[in-house]
């Protein structure tokens, strides 16, 4: 009744009340005492009226007066409350390209977390070498970012709803810019792709953080692959900063700790070469998971194929040796390998 009807909000809670005075106690008691008087005279004198009639209405005037003249005094009425204050917690999910990648899911250790996040097998079921080849059968291909949201909406885990429960919670995906998610509208992150030209992990999870500021924040999740492209900040860089603010960063890494990958990792060629000369090109290789795969490296001049060759991978890093003979006179070219 007291929060209906001095406008308390469900979280707040009264503590106490404090009555203040606001006239003068000489005043008050001058008062009283003629109220007192005023009642007796009117009442006794009315001898038609019984002596406990006479000593009723009596009372009664003067509870009534009395209760005029503090309104009158007592005007103010102070009510201490508490309440608690929700605090608000970010849940970042990175949408850059490199979440789109289908991850070749290999060992039974790998196979039985996707099948249980995707739900396809219960959280308390095994899967070992007896049982992988039928739990990697009911798998389906699944990006990076299509398991981070699964394992979002997940009816076991319930990870939004338990955190709603106690906090307000802002979804946001991230590559190169920030983008506000909107949570009630059906599954988080149902209409969000990935498809960011880059990654900025650390500068983005600073922006988020600044974005509520002036809020208490109780943490930061983070779903990322964490291959981060661009960016002057690290990861952990801001995680620290953060750290010292008591803001706690939580990291849920998504796709395999070493998938399968090959890349060009550096080119060595001459800075100036003659027309017509045969220049030579060393390219360094590194790839991981792909050992004995036999790939095709493709030499492409100003954006035209001008030599090609086949290359057996090697685990870790291998050189391989390429030529091409310039036919322009003067001017700059653009390998591309």
């Given at each position: 009744?007291?929060?209906?009807?001095?406008?308390?909000?469900?979280?707040?809670?009264?503590?106490?009340?404090?009555?203040?005075?606001?006239?003068?106690?000489?005043?008050?008691?001058?008062?009283?005492?003629?109220?007192?008087?005023?009642?007796?005279?009117?009442?006794?004198?009315?001898?038609?009226?019984?002596?406990?009639?006479?000593?009723?209405?009596?009372?009664?005037?003067?509870?009534?007066?009395?209760?005029?003249?503090?309104?009158?005094?007592?005007?103010?009425?102070?009510?201490?409350?508490?309440?608690?204050?929700?605090?608000?917690?970010?849940?970042?999910?990175?949408?850059?390209?490199?979440?789109?990648?289908?991850?070749?899911?290999?060992?039974?250790?790998?196979?039985?977390?996707?099948?249980?996040?995707?739900?396809?097998?219960?959280?308390?079921?095994?899967?070992?070498?007896?049982?992988?080849?039928?739990?990697r059968r009911k798998l389906s291909p699944s990006s990076r970012f299509d398991l981070a949201r699964v394992a979002l909406s997940h009816p076991?885990?319930?990870?939004?709803?338990?955190?709603?429960?106690?906090?307000?919670?802002?979804?946001?995906?991230?590559?190169?810019?920030?983008?506000?998610?909107?949570?009630?509208?059906?599954?988080?992150?149902?209409?969000?792709?990935?498809?960011?030209?880059?990654?900025?992990?650390?500068?983005?999870?600073e922006d988020a953080v600044a974005r509520y500021r002036g809020q208490r924040i109780a943490g930061v999740v983070v779903l990322s692959d964490?291959?981060?492209?661009?960016?002057?900040?690290?990861?952990?860089?801001?995680?620290?900063?953060?750290?010292?603010?008591?803001?706690?960063?939580?990291?849920?890494?998504?796709?395999?700790?070493?998938?399968?990958?090959?890349?060009?990792?550096?080119?060595?060629?001459?800075?100036?070469?003659?027309?017509?000369?045969?220049?030579?090109?060393?390219?360094?290789?590194?790839?991981?998971?792909?050992?004995?795969?036999?790939?095709?490296?493709?030499?492409?001049?100003?954006?035209?194929?001008?030599?090609?060759?086949?290359?057996?991978l090697k685990e870790g890093v291998q050189f391989a040796e390429m030529k091409f003979t310039p036919t322009q006179g003067s001017g700059k070219?653009?390998?591309?390998?």
């Amino acid at each position: 009744m007291w929060k209906t009807l001095l406008g308390l909000k469900e979280n707040q809670e009264i503590v106490g009340f404090d009555l203040r005075f606001s006239g003068s106690w000489i005043v008050a008691g001058a008062l009283v005492l003629a109220i007192l008087a005023l009642a007796v005279y009117l009442y006794r004198s009315e001898s038609k009226i019984s002596g406990a009639r006479r000593w009723i209405m009596g009372t009664c005037q003067a509870l009534t007066l009395l209760l005029l003249m503090a309104i009158l005094f007592f005007t103010v009425t102070a009510a201490e409350t508490t309440y608690t204050e929700r605090q608000t917690v970010l849940v970042l999910l990175d949408s850059s390209a490199s979440m789109a990648i289908e991850d070749e899911w290999a060992t039974p250790q790998d196979i039985g977390e996707v099948a249980k996040v995707t739900g396809k097998v219960p959280f308390d079921e095994k899967v070992d070498d007896t049982n992988v080849d039928a739990v990697r059968r009911k798998l389906s291909p699944s990006s990076r970012f299509d398991l981070a949201r699964v394992a979002l909406s997940h009816p076991q885990i319930k990870l939004l709803d338990r955190l709603n429960k106690h906090f307000n919670v802002r979804l946001m995906t991230f590559d190169r810019r920030i983008t506000p998610e909107n949570s009630n509208e059906g599954k988080p992150f149902s209409k969000s792709k990935a498809a960011g030209e880059s990654s900025r992990i650390g500068e983005m999870l600073e922006d988020a953080v600044a974005r509520y500021r002036g809020q208490r924040i109780a943490g930061v999740v983070v779903l990322s692959d964490f291959a981060q492209t661009e960016g002057n900040k690290t990861p952990g860089q801001v995680a620290r900063s953060l750290r010292q603010q008591s803001i706690p960063v939580y990291t849920v890494p998504i796709g395999l700790p070493k998938p399968k990958d090959v890349r060009v990792r550096s080119v060595i060629a001459p800075e100036v070469a003659f027309k017509g000369d045969h220049v030579p090109i060393r390219v360094q290789i590194e790839s991981a998971g792909l050992e004995g795969r036999v790939v095709d490296l493709t030499l492409k001049v100003n954006g035209e194929q001008k030599n090609s060759q086949k290359i057996t991978l090697k685990e870790g890093v291998q050189f391989a040796e390429m030529k091409f003979t310039p036919t322009q006179g003067s001017g700059k070219v653009k390998l591309e390998l």
